[in-house]
């Protein structure tokens, strides 16, 4: 039987760190490069990860990362909860788990008390996110990089509205570009 599991940083079992590590290292190679090419850290730890995982007998099937971060935005803090690194490795894909995975992640962003969920994927994933109540942001322009050298970010900005705060910034993340610096 699949199982879910909602685990912290240090409670992740080394096995399925292993896991997630082999298939992010296929995935998303960009992040393995320069100083990080030998690494083997799923996520930093001070962005206070929480991963989401569907398992069977010790096998990973899918994941997904929850981390958190404050981000300065029209001239106010917000605590944002970044969804990121959701995957199903291929021979279980078509099969619902990483729907089960986003949902899970994303009660687990809701029970925070955080003022947003944040998420970027292409725009062919939309569909993904809205089932777990995701909305895209439009036109919503996300830059990165350095605070003295930002660039626009290409993929769809999907958010959740969490606290009243971020209910009360809703206009402004569509109007005003949010600079998130190291996108997840
Ligand atoms: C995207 C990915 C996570 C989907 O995993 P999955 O377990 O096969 O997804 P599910 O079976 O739970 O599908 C859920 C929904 O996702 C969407 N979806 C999944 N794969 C899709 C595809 N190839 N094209 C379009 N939509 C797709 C559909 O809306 C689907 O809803 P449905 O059940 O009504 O058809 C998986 O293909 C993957 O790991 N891809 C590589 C990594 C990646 O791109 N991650 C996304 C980062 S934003």
């Known amino acids: 039987m699949v199982e879910y599991h909602v685990l912290s940083h240090h409670d992740l079992p080394s096995a399925l760190r292993w896991q997630m590590l082999s298939a992010m290292r296929i995935q998303w190679p960009g992040v393995f490069s320069g100083d990080n090419r030998l690494s083997t ?3 930093d730890e001070e962005l206070h990860p929480t991963y989401v995982l569907a398992e069977q007998e ?3 099937i899918s994941f997904a990362t929850v981390t ?3 981000l300065e935005h029209a001239g106010q803090m917000l605590s944002v909860y970044g969804l990121g690194d959701v995957f199903t490795f291929p021979p ?3 099969e619902g788990y990483a729907r089960h995975v986003v949902a899970r992640a994303t009660d687990h962003i809701r029970a925070t008390d955080g003022d947003l969920g944040c998420l ?3 725009p062919w994933l939309e569909a993904l996110y809205v089932r777990s109540g995701w909305e895209a942001i439009s036109p ?3 830059l990165i990089g350095t605070a003295a050298d930002r660039r626009p970010f290409e993929k769809l900005r999907m958010m959740v509205f969490l606290s009243k705060r971020g209910e009360n910034a809703r206009a402004a993340l569509s109007t005003v ?3 998130v610096g190291d996108p997840w």
């Open 140 to 142: 919503g322009i996300t």
């Open 68 to 70: 958190w971060r404050e």
């Open 177 to 179: 570009p949010l600079f």
């Open 92 to 94: 279980f894909r078509g």
């Open 41 to 43: 850290h799923v996520c």
């Open 58 to 60: 010790g096998v990973l």
């Open 120 to 122: 970027f994927c292409e």
